[in-house]
């Protein structure tokens, strides 16, 4: 069955730098990977999303990139803020009908001030 | 225009009850998907609706049901509640289910405690 894998559950970055997550899946590649962002108690927010045949995404402070090679997609927040501190997830969906979403676990994100 | 509701937000519940869950999509989505988070499993994949249509299902039993009414409002329902039914109970829409390569509106939740 399908794997995903989020680089570590937790990380801890400098207000200011960049914070890159990563999201590593096995078996077959998604048609298309979304990145969420959650806050405590509230449901996940859509970031962004990138096609099996998009190398990269951008919008504003974050960039997306997508390699079916390595089977990986990196999410990068650069001039982080503690504002951006939250858990971000990866969603993979292998068809492009229904909704059938596969998330990883998710990186809790720490910005230190 | 509003959000995706979902009622009630939080709920208690004892073993061997069953519980029904709704969600709103927002304003003409026709596709609700729900999914059941814990802290061990993270996010997991119920089922979806489209046009009252059970599309998707994931791999959980038959206990859990659900259905979608024609104003494309949604419940879940848990039968014979179990402890390890005590999750945050999310629903997404989609503005047109058929083009799933768009973004997905999630609710806050229904926080179900099973005791």
């Known amino acids: 069955s399908q794997k995903i894998e989020q680089n570590s559950e937790a990380l801890n970055i400098q207000e200011g730098k960049t914070a890159t997550l990563t999201c590593n899946y096995t078996?077959?590649?998604?048609?298309?990977l979304q990145w969420y962002r959650q806050d405590p108690g509230r449901g996940p927010v859509f970031l962004l999303l990138?096609?099996?045949?998009?190398k990269e995404k951008r919008k504003e402070r974050l960039k997306v990139t997508f390699d079916t090679t390595l089977k990986q997609s990196l999410f990068h927040i650069t001039a982080s803020q503690p504002a951006d501190s939250a858990t971000y997830l990866c969603?993979?969906?292998?068809?492009?009908?229904?909704?059938?979403?596969?998330f990883g676990p998710g990186t809790r994100l720490s910005v230190l001030p | 225009k509003a959000g995706v509701t979902q009622t009630p937000r939080y709920l208690i519940k004892t073993r061997g009850q069953q519980v029904t869950l709704s969600c709103s999509p927002i304003s003409g989505h026709r596709s609700v998907s729900w999914y059941q988070q814990t802290p061990g499993q993270g996010l997991q994949f119920l089922f979806e609706?489209?046009?009252?249509?059970?599309?998707n299902k994931g791999n959980f039993p038959g206990r859990f049901s659900g259905r979608q009414f024609s104003n494309s409002r949604s419940e879940m329902n848990v039968s014979t509640l179990e402890l390890g039914d005590s999750a945050l109970y999310l629903c997404?829409?989609?503005?047109?289910?058929?083009?799933?390569?768009?973004?997905?509106?999630f609710g806050q939740g229904t926080r179900l405690t099973v005791v």
């Open positions: 609706y489209f046009s009252e249509t059970q599309r």
């Open positions: 078996n077959y590649s998604p048609a298309y």
């Open positions: 990138i096609r099996e045949n998009e």
């Open positions: 997404a829409s989609r503005d047109d289910g058929r083009i799933v390569n768009t973004e997905a509106f």
């Open positions: 969603a993979l969906a292998f068809d492009n009908y229904g909704q059938n979403f596969v």
